[in-house]
C-alpha cells in the first residue's frame, strides 16, 4: 500500500481551512492544519510524521507566513519542506522578493483542480523519492 500524501495547511480563515481539508482529503491527502505559523511549528516541531508539503496562507495574525518561512529555514528538520503559498497578493506580483523562499504558488480563491496538480509536484512517487527531493 502506498505511503499517504502528507501535507499541513495553515491559514487563519476556519471555514477555509475546513473546506480545503474535506477537498484534500477528498483528493486522497492525509491533511492537518493550523491557524497560524506558530501553531504550525508548534505542530511541525512535535510530529514525527512531516508532512510533504506545506500550504501557506500570508497574512495570518500571531506569525504570518514571511515569518513562518523565516523560522522554518532556521530549523533542519523543516527547511527542505517545500512551500506553496496561496494568497490573493499573488496574482499581483508573483514573483516579488516576498515570494523568494517558496516553491509555489496559487491565487485565492483556490481552484481544486490547479491546487492539486500543484501539490502532485510535490507528493507523487515513493515516500523515499519525496523525501530525496526535500
Request: with cysteine; aromatic share 6%.
Amino acid at each position: 500500500m502506498p505511503e499517504p500524501r502528507r501535507l499541513l495547511l495553515i491559514d487563519d480563515d476556519e471555514d477555509l481551512r475546513d473546506s480545503m481539508t474535506e477537498a484534500l482529503q477528498g483528493a486522497g491527502f492525509v491533511v492537518s492544519s493550523a491557524a497560524n505559523g506558530r501553531d504550525a511549528l508548534d505542530q511541525l516541531t512535535a510530529e514525527k510524521d512531516l508532512p510533504d508539503v506545506i500550504l501557506l496562507d500570508l497574512l495570518m495574525p500571531v506569525m504570518n507566513g514571511w515569518q513562518f518561512c523565516d523560522e522554518r529555514k532556521r530549523n533542519p528538520k523543516l527547511a527542505d519542506i517545500p512551500v506553496i503559498v496561496m494568497s490573493a497578493a499573488v496574482s499581483k506580483d508573483p514573483w516579488s522578493p516576498y515570494y523568494l523562499d517558496v516553491d509555489d504558488f496559487v491565487a485565492k480563491p483556490v481552484e481544486l483542480d490547479d491546487l492539486v496538480g500543484k501539490l502532485a509536484t510535490f507528493t507523487n512517487g515513493p515516500v523515499e523519492a519525496r523525501r530525496a527531493r526535500r
